[in-house]
T-cell receptor, first 111, second 112 residues
Framework: GIQVEQSPPDLILQEGANSTLRCNFSDSVNNLQWFHQNPWGQLINLFYIPSGTKQNGRLSATTVATERYSLLYISSSQTTDSGVYFCAVEPYTGTASKLTFGTGTRLQVTL | GAGVSQSPSNKVTEKGKDVELRCDPISGHTALYWYRQSLGQGLEFLIYFQGNSAPDKSGLPSDRFSAERTGGSVSTLTIQRTQQEDSAVYLC??????????FGNGTRLTVT
């Protein structure tokens, strides 16, 4: 099946710093989404981004489908950004198939 | 509108008992997933329903696990003869086709 690797596995930032999280995948994809899991365990969808660039406030994401990676940018980080960031991909096939999650990047933002 | 609803939020059961976990997806969503997450770990895929297609059961860890989705809406995940290694948070998610995936708050299962 498709392999999804995220880096770095852990990241500690001071409040106000910027960061880039990376998601590499092994095959062409139909679907790629980024999620944030907060310290209470809730998973929130951040972006649906199988290709191109999107921005939402301090967060933006870029997927370069031909090179099989996606980047999540966090600018001016805040303590509320802490948690685990997951990317999930659906391989390109003839029919809809499941989303496979990466192992995540654990982010801690300190004061 | 309402999000994905899971019940119960917590379940403590004795080893060997059967449990049923329920998921009410967002109305109109065609896709429904079950994932499992152990403490501090990633999301382990269990099963995927998409419309009227046959479900993808490739992630179910053993034949003690089964799931059904009735009327294209509510789903129940059943674990028979629970074992301690089944303890985890069970997460349900739904989407409209390949759209944004929305998660419920999960059911925390503890097998004693």
């Amino acid at each position: 099946g498709i392999q999804v690797e995220q880096s770095p596995p852990d990241l500690i930032l001071q409040e106000g710093a910027n960061s880039t999280l990376r998601c590499n995948f092994s095959d062409s994809v139909n679907n790629l989404q980024w999620f944030h899991q907060n310290p209470w365990g809730q998973l929130i969808n951040l972006f649906y981004i199988p290709s191109g660039t999107k921005q939402n406030g301090r967060l933006s994401a870029t997927t370069v489908a031909t090179e099989r990676y996606s980047l999540l940018y966090i600018s001016s980080s805040q303590t509320t950004d802490s948690g685990v960031y997951f990317c999930a991909v659906e391989p390109y096939t003839g029919t809809a198939s499941k989303l496979t999650f990466g192992t995540g990047t654990r982010l801690q933002v300190t004061l | 509108g309402a999000g994905v609803s899971q019940s119960p939020s917590n379940k403590v059961t004795e080893k060997g008992k059967d449990v049923e976990l329920r998921c009410d997806p967002i109305s109109g969503h065609t896709a429904l997933y079950w994932y499992r997450q152990s403490l501090g770990q990633g999301l382990e895929f269990l099963i995927y329903f998409q419309g009227n297609s046959a479900p993808d059961k490739s992630g179910l860890p053993s034949d003690r696990f089964s799931a059904e989705r009735t009327g294209g809406s509510v789903s129940t995940l059943t674990i028979q003869r629970t074992q301690q290694e089944d303890s985890a948070v069970y997460l349900c998610a739904s989407s409209f086709n390949r759209g944004d995936l929305h998660f419920g708050n999960g059911t925390r299962l503890t097998v004693t």
